[in-house]
């Protein structure tokens, strides 16, 4: 009997470990409590650390000769036939003297990869995987079947119209790694760095895509991620006075930007569906101050409490979505939400030949490093002056929302970008999708706001043509707001036309901010460290890189 029971909850740890929202391990909730806590000892990093820095810190830039070739991957495991776009995976050094390396899975469009724009993919956590959450369960070009052996073609992939690079970050995720412990005690400043010293690498590696106009794209965590990367290439092309990373815009899904308006942005969402009941909401306004300033009460903490409880067992990430089942005797197709895709995706990486032909140290991959999460340092408060800063340097800046998300819900971005007192330029109107409203764009100065009907946190998982806004559209005219540009010309007087629906990125000749071409990216980096490291031959649990550094 004592076996038996030990068995079972084994296997229910098994199927509900990696499962985000439900009563299973919420990284970003358990983050942000932690944070929330040390924050009551005054030990929060402030906004002001996230400004503008006036000189340069040269970066290492280690040799890339031939390793290009080398992660080239010839075929994945249960790869479909017919795969006709070029695969590539690996590891980039960003601190050789603690041996600190940061794996990539980088997918080229089918057609036009020479032409097509390059796009990093964060996912958040912090502490979660690019690669197993991103590229495999969202909007990567294979989806893992519920064999954990075969992989089934995503044709609603992104690498379809643009060649998309997909980072595990920071050291510690997934397969990347470092030989300095302490590296796994991280914080969003040397994230933000990391990612950096890896892409000005990683162009050494593929020099073709140095001019390409390049965008970073996330969700969750990497709402503080993404804008922080971005403020800091920004930084440094001002700072060099030259275009070392050509970067053309963000966008941010359902990203956790701001603590004040995730709460109180929650809080207002279950209230709105039906989650909690109106004496926990209204104990949660009466007694809750979640400023910056703000002071948490006990009483504050009791109806938190009361609402989590409340919440009982449901997908925390999609709110009418199915709980994964190990009972469940039915398999999702392709274009079908299945909520146990997490666990064939674990199954599949954790294979010894899928790990060799990613190039991926021997290790037991997981869907986030919980001890990253557990143990991030210096959180912001908010990156909203950061995103504010982006609004006006130029690039474009798109937010999205799946409105179905519990954890980072659709109210909570509309209260951050309310925080941002922007201009309103195009209000709120519907997107249409096949004659279906697809979701709501709103455009505001310098910003464009879209939600997609029906999808939760996981915007790209949801499989359905028309919360795919990068998919081919349809054969009908659609007007799309792209990235590249504010508004189309002559739009600001005319409603949005039946089809209509945006795009993340273009069909058709791309709007510039600037007209001028702009310069090449530098080729000579004789300033920079480029010492020289040899190929490993140590095993697990010590790393080196296997790359010349």
Known sequence: MKIVLLLSVYFSLLVFVSCYGGNGYDPLENALKIQRSKRLASTQVSTKDLTTEDSYSPV?????????????????????????????????????????????????????SSTNPLVLWLNGGPGCSSFGNGAMMELGPFRVNADSVTLSRNKYAWNNVANVLF????????????NTSSDYITDDVQTAKDSYTFLINWLERFPEYKSRDFYITGESYAGHYVPQLAQLILQNNKITNQTVINLKGIALGNAYVDDETENTGMYDYFWTHAIISDEIHEGIISNCNFTEAGTITDACNNYQSQAFDAKSNIYFYDIYAPLCSQFSNSTPSIS????????????????????????AKPVQWESCNHFIGENWQNMPFSVLPVIKDLMVSGISVWIYSGDTDGRVPV????????????????????????????????????????????????????????????????????????????????????????????????????FYYNQQPLPQLPTNFDAFDTQYTQLPTTQMPTFDPYEPG
């Not at 980072?167 to 470092?178: M, R």
């Not at 079908?336 to 190039?359: G, K, S």
């Open 167 to 178: 980072l595990e970050s920071p050291a510690g995720v997934g397969f990347s790694y470092s």
């Open 411 to 510: 109210t909570t971005t509309k209260y951050s970008i309310d925080k941002l007192q922007t201009v309103v330029k195009t209000p709120w109107y519907p997107w249409m999708y096949d004659g279906e409203v697809g979701g709501y764009v709103e455009e505001y100065q310098n910003l464009t706001f879209v939600t997609i009907r029906g999808a939760g946190h996981f915007v790209p998982s949801s499989i359905r043509p028309r919360v795919q806004p990068i998919h081919e559209s349809s054969s009908q005219p659609v007007y799309r707001p792209q990235m590249y540009s504010q508004s189309q010309p002559g739009y600001e007087t005319s409603p949005p036309q039946p089809g209509y629906r945006p795009q993340m990125y273009p069909q058709s000749p791309p």
């Open 336 to 359: 079908e939400f299945d909520p146990c895709t997490e666990n064939y995706i674990a199954a599949y990486l954790n294979t010894p030949a899928v790990q060799q032909a990613l190039h």
């Open 60 to 112: 290492y830039v280690g040799r890339q000769d031939g390793l290009k070739d080398f992660d080239k991957i010839s075929a994945l495991p249960g790869q479909p036939a017919g795969t006709d776009f070029d695969q590539y995976s690996g590891y980039v050094t960003v601190d050789p003297n603690h041996g600190k390396a940061l794996f990539y899975y980088f997918t080229g469009s089918p057609a036009n």
